[in-house]
């Protein structure tokens, strides 16, 4: 158990709509992760932190913005969901800097119809 | 463009077989890890490599890290059903220690029948 919750675990929106996604860790690391899981594409990094209101974009942060104002919160929002954003969505931590080592959250299903 | 490909996407086979799958790049990375997913839950950490010809044992699972550092490989012997899941290659190619970016593979599913 890596004490990471995500909420919801499962939200369908309709197209336009804006949808905040939660992550919440109860350990206190200092690095979040954002991932998206698609079919074909494996995991993609959206956004990360690396500590509270310090956040840098990844390979498909397009259409999503992030925010941290807490060590334990990392939210995602989507300002304006669109069908293609359909999709898993992980949050991770990295629990020292010594590794490269990630810990997974259990997910969002997001539907956007 | 995908920098860690992963081979073979699919693998179908019956318990007590042994499977390998691959992880390739062009790339050097400082380290890769293996993951293992189930449906409907996240990636699960099984191990790190880091030193060129590097190998790993867990049980039944042997890694191993290329000596150049771009590409690995993951051995099952003699597989169980509960080895089904998709299992997952992630690079990270900075040695610096902020920031700490993944490239993931597109992953193997793996389906061991009994």
């Known amino acids: 158990d890596a004490g990471i919750t995500q909420s919801p675990r499962h939200k369908v929106t309709e197209t336009g709509t804006p949808v905040t996604l939660r992550c919440h860790q109860t350990e206190n690391h200092r690095y979040m992760y954002w991932y998206r899981q698609d079919p074909g594409h494996g995991l993609r990094l959206i956004h990360y932190s690396y500590g509270v209101k310090d956040t840098d974009k990844g390979e498909v942060s397009d259409g999503y913005s992030v925010s941290r104002s807490k060590t334990e919160d990392f939210l995602l929002t989507l300002e304006s969901a669109t069908s293609s954003q359909t999709s898993v969505y992980f949050c991770?931590?990295?629990?020292?800097?010594?590794?490269?080592?990630?810990?997974f959250g259990p997910g969002t299903r997001l539907t956007v119809t | 463009t995908q920098l860690l490909e992963q081979s073979p996407q699919f693998l179908s086979i019956q318990e007590g077989e042994n499977l390998t799958v691959y992880c390739n790049s062009s790339s050097v990375f400082s380290s890769l890890q293996w993951y293992r997913q189930e449906p409907g839950e996240g990636p699960v950490l099984l191990v790190t490599v880091v030193t060129g010809g590097e190998v790993k044992k867990l049980k039944r699972l042997t890694f191993q890290f290329g000596d150049a550092r771009k590409d690995s490989s993951l051995h099952i012997t003699a597989a169980q059903t509960g080895d089904t899941g998709l299992y997952l290659c992630a690079g990270a190619r900075s040695k610096e220690t902020s920031g700490s970016r993944l490239t993931f593979g597109e992953g193997t599913q793996l389906t061991v029948n009994p």
């Open positions: 991770a931590i990295r629990r020292t800097l010594l590794s490269h080592e990630q810990y």
